[in-house]
């Protein structure tokens, strides 16, 4: 059984009713929900954290590496584009994680084509909407699997 910590960055508590034609109708806690239930199938533990203070997030990556989370799921939003200190937490913490973004990143504004993130995740998934967050929760359930061998 992983435990697996699921983060969410800045403005995605206003999922659903914040534009919607980028990021959809779908509320954070219907996507916590969904993860939660696959987590529960797979025997797997869950954790969901969002906050729009970035040294809330910071703070909660560095405590999961005293807490054997295995895997993290992480929409950095906004934070993606500018935290330093975040990556930092990333890589002081050694944590494995995928990088999710429900627009695609890349056909939007130039200043969010940057990611202090994409170049240390095993893996990106941006564009899919909330069917990012079940995607990467499948990958990261075959990466965990991939350690055991």
């Known amino acids: 059984m992983a435990k697996i910590l699921l983060l969410h960055g800045p403005n995605l508590n206003m999922l659903g009713r914040r534009e919607p ?13 969904r993860i939660a239930e696959l987590a529960a199938a797979y025997g ?4 969901s ?27 950095p ?17 050694g ?7 429900l627009s695609n990143i890349h056909r939007r504004e130039g200043f969010r084509h940057h990611s202090y993130f994409s170049d240390i995740a095993v893996g990106v998934i941006a564009g ?3 069917q990012g967050y079940e995607l990467a929760f499948h990958a990261a359930v075959e990466q965990l699997g991939n350690d055991d061998d």
């Open 128 to 130: 899919l909407g909330p």
């Open 44 to 47: 797997h533990t869950l954790e």
């Open 77 to 93: 939003a906004a934070f993606t584009h500018t935290s330093v200190a975040l990556r930092d937490a990333f890589l002081a913490s």
């Open 21 to 33: 034609e980028h990021y959809g109708r779908t509320g954070l806690d219907a996507i916590d929900a």
């Open 49 to 75: 954290f969002q906050s729009n203070a970035e040294h809330e997030l910071v703070e909660r990556v560095q405590a999961a590496a005293g807490e054997a989370v295995d895997f993290i799921i992480v929409n």
């Open 95 to 101: 944590i494995p994680f995928i990088e999710v973004h």
